[in-house]
């Protein structure tokens, strides 16, 4: 089992740029496919983005592309978020997740996430 904790979020004018931090626990973190999803007002939750266990592979939505990068540090058991450019209509709670499938790469697939942080706010104002 792991737990999850996210940090790093806040308001920032449009054109900002913020940096997310998931914090895991446990010691099998590498074994892990985490992503990060995103959940506006009165809108469902959205895949954002995903990386594979040792970072080799990566995912992203149509909106946030070349805007957001994904990363991970094994070694800290951290997952990142770094957000350029950001949009008004980014503003949503940013949650990590990690899936634990055994084999596999990053997936959209919200199903497939088996542990999930409490979330981070995140605000745009233009």
């Known amino acids: 089992q792991v737990q999850l904790v996210e940090s790093g979020g806040g308001l920032v004018q449009a054109g900002g740029s913020l940096r997310l931090s998931c914090a895991a626990s446990g010691r099998t973190f590498s074994s892990y496919l985490m992503g990060w999803f995103r959940q506006a007002p009165g809108k469902e939750r959205e895949f954002v983005t995903a990386?594979?266990?040792?970072?080799?592979?990566?995912l992203y939505v149509d909106s946030v592309k070349g805007r957001f990068t994904i990363s991970r540090d094994n070694a800290k058991n951290t997952v990142y978020l770094q957000m350029n450019s950001l949009k008004p209509e980014d503003t949503a709670v940013y949650y990590c997740?990690?899936?634990?499938?055994?084999?596999?790469?990053?997936?959209?697939?919200?199903?497939?996430?088996?542990?999930w942080g409490q979330g981070t706010q995140v605000t745009v104002s233009s």
């Open positions: 997740a990690a899936d634990g499938r055994s084999y596999g790469s990053p997936t959209t697939n919200r199903a497939a996430y088996d542990y």
């Open positions: 990386i594979s266990r040792y970072g080799a592979s990566t």
